[in-house]
Structures are given as C-alpha cells and as structure tokens.
C-alpha cells in the first residue's frame, strides 16, 4: 500500500484535471448545424412562469429575427443563483449573458467577471437612472424594470380609525406614523404592520436600510466608500436602530408569519411594508378599497431602495457582438411593457410605462413610479456591497431581536471596516 | 469503531515460486483495483480539499477578486481568536449543542432500542415510526419544525391547550434564551431514530443463551440489562458515541434553515459561520482558517474518545 499511494494521488489528480477541462460551450465559441453562433443565458427566473415566458417570447424573436445567432436559456432558482455565478465564475465557465441583483453587479465588475455593457447611449440614457448599473464610469448592467416598496392599506380601515391618508406631498411623519401604529393596535389588530422581518437575505438591507438613511444614516460613507464610521454607528443611525427595534418590543411587528402579503390580504395586519410584485394580487382581492402609501418621512424625508434585477454580458464571453445585438433586441418597449403587467414591476422607460394597464397615466400602481422616481436610493455601488449586505442584515436581524443597538452597529461597522481594509480599499482611493 | 483486524496466521516465509509471487501480486492488483472507485473519490473530495484548506488558511484569499492572495502567517487564527467574537461565541454555541445531545441521543436511542428489541406482533411499525424522521431530508424537518415553533404555531397551540391556557408558551426561535434548546429538541428527534437501529444490532448480537443463564441466576430485567446486555454493547457504544459527536459538532443545515445563526448569534455554529464568512462575506482565507481549526478539534475530540473507550487489556 504505502509504495502504491503515488499511484492513487496521481490518478486523483488526473482525474480532477479532467473534471475542471470540461465545458466551454455556449461562449460565443460553439456553433449549431446552421452555422450560428451560439450563445448562452442565464436567468434567476426558475419558478418565476411570468417571467420566463417573457423571456421565451424574446428569445424566440431575436433567433428568428436575424441568423447569426441563437441564444439559448438556462433558468436557476433565485436561492443559488449568486452561488451558480461564482462557481462558474471561478472555473471559468460563465454564459455570455447573465442577469443580476442590481447591488451585487460592481462587486462581480471588479472581480472581472462582467465586461463593460456597450449599448447604444440611447438605449440607457431612456431607462430609469435605478435601472442602470454603473460601476469605475462605465456602464456594466441594465435592466428592464425597477421595483419599489409602498405601504399597502385599506381606505375603510383608516378612516374608520380616523387616520390621515398620507401622499407624496405630505407623507406621515415619524410622530404620526408612531400615532397610526398604536391608533391601530388599540383598534384590535395584533400586529399592525407586516413589514417582511419572516423573510431573509436581500430583502433585510434592501427594504429596512431605506429607513436607515430616512433617518439621516447610511450603510456606508458614499463620498469615499472606505469606511462605515460614523454612517451606519452615528447617532442618526442608532435612532433608526432604536426606532426600529421598537418596532417589535412595542408589538407593532413581528418576524413570524408568511413570506408575502399574505396577511393583509387575510386582513390580520392594517398595514403591510412590502413591494410592487405583491400590488396586482392585493388589487384582485381587496379592489378599490386598497391604497398604495408612501413610506413615512423618518427626518430626511421617505426612502425606497432601487435597483433590480439587470442584465449583463460575462468577460468571457467570447462573442459580445452577438450578446449586445441580443441586449440591442430585447430593450424594445413592448418587451418592456409585457415584463412590468406579467410580472407586475416598474417598466424602465417612459414609453413603456404608458402602454402599460398598471403603470400607465391612470393605472392603479401609478403611484409605484412616482415613488420609484422621488425616494429611490441605489444600494452603495461599491464591491463591499456583498459584505454590507449579509453585516446589515445579522446587525438588524440582533436589534430586532433586542441586541443593543450601538454596539451592535458598532460591530457592524468594524466588520465592514476590516473588510474593506483587506481588500485594499476595493479599487477606491 | 474499534475494529479489530482479523488476525492472520504469519505466513512462513518460503522459497517464493513465481506462481506464487505472481498470484500475489495479480491479488495486489486486484485490491487496488476494488479501492481505487473510492480512492479517487476519496482523495479528490476529502484530500486535496483539505490540503486545499490548509494552504488557503495562511492567505488572505478572497472567494473573488482581481488581486492575487497574499501570505499572511498566522493572521486568520490570531483574528478567529482575539478579534472575533461571533467566533468565540460559536465555538461556546457548538459545545453546548454537542455536550448535550450526545448523552441525550444516545441514550434515547438505547432505550428506544431496547423497547423495540422484543418479539411481538405490529414491533416493525414501531421501528419504522421512529425511523421515519431519519430518511426525512433535515432541511424538509427542519421547515417544519420553524412552523411548529412559530409564536402560534403548533407547539404554543398544544402547550396552551394542556395548561388550559395558563401558559402561552415563547416565540421559541426568536429568544436568545431558548432558541439553541429548540435546535437540539428536533435535532435529537431527526436523528435519534438512526442511532436506535444501531443500538439495535448490537442488542441483536448479544446471545440469547447469556439472558437465560442471567433468568437461571435470577436476576432482576435491571440486573440483566447491566450485567449482560451493557457489557455486550460496547463497541457498539465506541461507534455511536463517536458517531454523534462528530455530527453534532457539524451542526450546519439546521441553523441555515432556522435562524441563521440569530436570534444575536446565539445559534450561530463553527461550520455555519465558516459558511457565512467564506461564501456570504467572500473571505474564503479566514473561512478555510476556521475550517482548519474545526478539523482538528473534532480529530482532537475523536481521538480522545477513542482513547478513553478503548479495550483495556
């Protein structure tokens, strides 16, 4: 045995060198029987019907449009895709195209992943600002749509507790949001406000950091990106931290309970803190009695987070010609128009928007886009974005839970810090 | 397990006739070739991932990034143990989870065992109850068990029910209090079943022969139990001890399904924090680091075990 062993590590390693020298296609290098290129998509959209079947839809028009190209999709469940992208990333075997999370896009540019967009200025300069990814003054990511929070209420719930409806105009204030909540609590609901804390993930930074910098706090120091101190530990923030940790030991919230706007359509909650893609389904069951209301003004005036899913074209990729001429085809308003009324999401242009049933002049998820276009805040576009997220998301998850609220941002902030630090700065001086 | 090799008769050695050697040496190859599926398995998933980790665990590597890993000494563990607190905490969570679902599993396990260890019509359903959970994946037990643990879930509802409302029960997951005890109840509750059909077979082995000389003697089903069945179980005890212990100390899916390490850390565990430092966080340098550390805790762990339970001749 012991003279032997040589021979088993080595086939081992033979063995592994086989294994990482497989699979390249779809790259831009493969071509089909008649003389195509092919090329490879991924999407994040298994178990998303709505979704997909709009991306079939292109598909099949661009690949009978022209015949130089074929673009073939995969789809991934939303859970593993980030996973899928760095694994293929790291053994070199990304798709041409690929769809990310908005936040997550400059952290993949930087590690290289990702080439620069090269669309038509037209094109970008006609989508939404939080449709567009930018990362080192270059375009990286687009997409199709943006999705906005709002507060799902019903009319008849809140005049019949004498509660003002607020608008853009004049959103609640801080004080009178704090006066709905107990107003409502008293008026018998258990929980008056569903705001999502069930759900885990991306979810947490993106729906509760917009609170955050309401407050007048941030998840970072955007003038230079090195450095959490004094953004996510100032005072603003541990007023968010105590306000939100209120939340719960007042009973106004509570993280048990179904992931969704299940409970407000049950009439359990007055209020539910949750995002476009639930609207049509709350429209269908509660109809005109449902209103769509800003956050509330928490010092800085209401936030919402932007930046949604986008599309990008992999470094590897091998024709970018045919990606781009795919990317090209795709934008076209009606394509735009048919994501947002299936998927129920904030179309990227204009155009789009007015040929929309929901999103147009007098559609019933009007106000989404007027939120989308006056209280987005993009998540920080820096490569740290990945730390930030899973810090803010452990350091909100402890306050919830009754943490004390400075040093548990305080910790937050070292961890971000030290991250920061051993990635020298991530390319920011 | 304490395997004891079976001893062979030390071969004279004679004047080696090639037929012989080459026998020998056609069995050699042979032997090789049966191991060589799982050798390769072996060293391409368990070995070089190992020395893989043990090299990183001196660097600074990112899960992704443009700049090359530096060298960085002992950094990661100086970090793991002074600057790290969620780590320690960990650390402190995992030993807790394994000091006392070992003891309770096992000998939950024998006592199931030994009730289900008796000729009598309908035994098998009985098994088969207690074996379900087992082939259950842990990730489908353990949505079910966050169900059931909710504020007015299942559990609450029952308690509530029996104390004719005198005692609402907690939000079980959301109390730093409580939370870890939650995780062991169905994790002893999951994998309990497994470790019965262990205990089992070594009840099985013992000989029938031994209880009736036992009934001869007169001796009480306790004295039976400690003087016969016992003594007989011991390699099987060796196995089962080392068993849990290595599992429980590898606590991971329960944790990544149910709380995610919260309520304030107070469920978080070495892998799982390993997970989120490595992949979560991108610092693959310090999760290898972290990873390294575990490996030798438990080889350290398994080891005195063995040392301990071991034959004393």
Known sequence: MRTRTPILVSAGLVTAIALTGCGQAGQGDTTTAD???QLTMWTHSAGNPAELEVYEQIITDFNTSQDDYEVVHESFPQGAYNDAIVAAAASGDLPCLLDLDGPIMPNWAWAGYLQPLGLPTEITDALLPTAVGVWDDEIYSAGYWDAALSIFARKSVLDANGIRIPTVEEPWTQDEFAEVLATLKSAGYETPIDIGAEDKGEWWPYAYSPFLQSFGGDLIDRSTMLSSDGALNGPDAVAWGEWFQGLFTDGYANNSGTIGNQEFIDDEVALSYTGVWNAVTALDEVGDDLLILPPPDLGNGPKIGGGSWQWAISSSCNDADGARAYLEFSFQDKYLTEFADKQVVIPATDAAAEASKYFGEDGALRPFVEFSQQYAVLRPETPAYAVISTTFETAAKDIMNGADVQQTLDQAVSEIDANIESNDGYGFQ | MTVTPPTVAAEEPRRASRRFRSIKGRETWAGFGMIAPAGILLVLFLIVPVILAFALSFTNARLISPNPPRFVGFDNFIRAFTADPVFLQSVGNTAVFALVVVPLQAGLGLLLAVLVNRRMRGITAFRVIFFIPVVTSIVVVSILWKFMYQKDG??????????????????????????????????????????????????????????????????????QFTSVTWPGLRPTMVFVLVTITIAALGLFVQISVM??????????????????KGYAQQEIGYAAAISLIFFVAVLAIALIQRRLTREKD
């Open chain 1, 35 to 37: 003389g195509r290129t």
């Open chain 2, 154 to 223: 299942l559990i609450n509802s029952m308690i509530d029910a029996l104390t004719f409302g005198a005692w609402q029960g907690v939000d079980w997951l959301n109390d730093p209090n409580t939370a870890l005890g939650a995780i062991i109840v169905l994790s002893i509750w999951q994998a309990v079943g497994f470790h019965m059909i262990i205990w089992l077979a070594g009840l099985q082995t013992i000989p029938e022969e031994l209880y009736e000389a036992a009934k001869m003697d007169g001796a009480s089903p306790w004295r």
């Open chain 2, 259 to 276: 709380t995610q390490g919260g309520p304030v850390n107070s469920t978080s565990t070495i892998v799982f924090h390993a997970v989120r």
